[in-house]
């Protein structure tokens, strides 16, 4: 079993639609990252949380340490949102273990 | 926001050859620099971490003496790919910080490697 699991795995939405995307981990942590990596292959730092909510425009994102669960939000979804959406850890060790990413498709 | 930038974008080299990638920090000063790498349809995977002015230290079953970082400067961190093989060749991004783990990481657009 991974250390930081992603579902869904693919993700296809309608423009418009409310989009949540789910991290569990395994391991104790430091920080939980949210990252968006567009077809070129370039990534962005979405959000970096370590407890509570973060809210960046029409993206919010949630963390439950007690859970070990992290939630991505996306809401009026775009067809300009169409990335993979990939959840990453720091473990208390320091070390950083990704995701396998859930690839989202928003359709016009 | 803060912007990472990495040369070259694309590079094919012949086997046996090294190649030596940039990754600069343009408008923040990076303590800290991040080198990964991501297969065809992979997820990325942490190579090594870079502090300026120190040794990196490198994930495990990455090989130092192939996977050379230098992180000379607070804006400047190179890896370098010695005797480069086809199973080299791969996506590689670099990301920096202003600090450690707790920090914001800013991501480099990638270079993509082709060893033929």
């Known amino acids: 079993k991974n250390e930081v699991e992603q579902s869904p795995q693919n993700l296809t939405a309608q423009e418009g639609e409310f989009i949540t995307i789910n991290c569990s981990y395994s391991v104790g942590i430091s920080a939980l990252h949210w990252l968006q990596q567009h077809p070129g292959g370039g990534i962005v730092s979405l959000f970096m949380l370590s407890s509570g909510k973060k809210k960046h425009g029409r993206l919010i994102a949630t963390i439950n340490i007690q859970e070990k669960h992290s939630s991505l939000h996306i809401t009026a979804s775009h067809p300009r949102d169409s990335a993979v959406y990939i959840c990453?850890?720091?473990?208390?060790?320091?070390?950083?273990?990704f995701g396998k990413g859930t690839k989202l498709s928003v359709k016009p | 926001g803060a912007v990472v930038s990495q040369h070259p974008s694309r590079v094919i080299c012949k086997s046996g050859t090294s190649v030596k990638i940039e990754c600069r920090s343009l408008?923040?000063?990076?303590?800290?620099m991040f080198w990964y790498r991501q297969f065809p349809k992979k997820s990325l995977m942490l190579m090594a971490t870079s502090n300026e002015g120190s040794k990196a230290t490198y994930e495990q079953g990455v090989e130092k003496d192939k996977f050379l970082i230098n992180h000379a400067s607070l804006t400047l961190s190179t890896l370098t790919v010695t005797s480069a093989h086809p199973e080299d060749s791969s996506f590689y991004i670099c990301?920096?910080?202003?600090?450690?783990?707790?920090?914001?990481?800013?991501f480099g657009p990638g270079t993509r490697l082709t060893v033929t």
């Open positions: 408008d923040f000063q990076a303590t800290t």
């Open positions: 990301s920096a910080s202003r600090g450690g783990p707790m920090y914001e990481q800013y």
């Open positions: 990453a850890v720091w473990g208390s060790q320091g070390n950083l273990i």
